[in-house]
């Protein structure tokens, strides 16, 4: 079945260092989108990224998908403590089906 | 706009009792998820619904029902509940499968003693 694997589960920085996290999936994609939980909150709908080699960016974080669509990252530029939290992808592959990764929980050191 | 509703916030269950677990939305979206988080797991899809009156199964169904009855309320029971349901469960919405942001509720945090 689709697998969402992502790396790394857990990343300890200090404050003003960057940080990135990847997803790769055993199937290619049609899209994959990123959430962020906040510790003792709910996933947060963060972005959508569709097509293949696609970049965006939201301020500090950058979110690229791969040109085979098997893979994706989300790169934080100068963290800071508002960042601290669990982000997740979640792929969508064959039969729509959604799956989410295991999510990179970050922690920042101020 | 309230989003998506889950109640109760937290709950203690004694093994072999049931519960509800409650989840309305006012966004008119016609697809609801329930999801369990386990302690530094990712998010298991329990049931999904399309549509009022039409529900499915997702990847750990055991040990949970579901109905959809109307648009906006997509209940999640547990019948003789087990100390292996002791987690945290989210509901969420979308207006389509994909392609749209999911809106998840505030989460449930469910312990099985």
């Known amino acids: 079945g689709q697998q969402v694997m992502q790396i790394p589960q857990y990343q300890h920085v200090q404050e003003g260092e960057d940080f990135t996290t990847y997803c790769n999936s055993s199937?290619?994609?049609?899209?994959i989108q990123w959430y962020k939980q906040r510790p003792g909150g709910h996933p947060v709908f963060l972005i959508q990224l569709v097509k293949s080699g696609e970049v965006k960016k939201q301020k500090r974080l950058t979110f690229q998908f791969g040109e085979a669509k098997k893979n994706s990252s989300l790169h934080i530029t100068a963290t800071q403590t508002t960042d601290v939290g669990t982000y997740f992808c979640a792929g969508t592959g064959g039969y729509q089906k959604v799956t989410f990764g295991i999510g990179t929980k970050l922690q920042v050191i101020p | 706009n309230a989003g998506v509703t889950q109640t109760p916030k937290f709950r203690i269950l004694k093994i072999g009792q049931s519960m509800t677990l409650q989840c309305a939305q006012d966004?008119?979206?016609?697809?609801m998820y329930w999801y369990r988080q386990d302690p530094g797991m990712g998010l298991k899809l329990i049931y999904y619904?399309?549509?009022?009156?039409?529900?499915d199964k997702g990847e750990v169904p055991n040990g949970y029902n579901v109905s959809r009855s109307t648009t906006e309320d997509f209940p999640l029971r547990l019948e003789l509940a087990a100390p292996s349901q002791t987690s945290v469960y989210f509901c969420?919405?979308?207006?389509?499968?994909?392609?749209?942001?999911?809106?998840f509720g505030q989460g449930t945090r469910l312990t099985v003693v």
């Open positions: 966004m008119n979206h016609n697809y």
């Open positions: 969420a919405s979308s207006y389509r499968e994909v392609n749209t942001e999911a809106f």
């Open positions: 619904s399309v549509g009022a009156g039409i529900t």
């Open positions: 199937t290619t994609l049609s899209n």
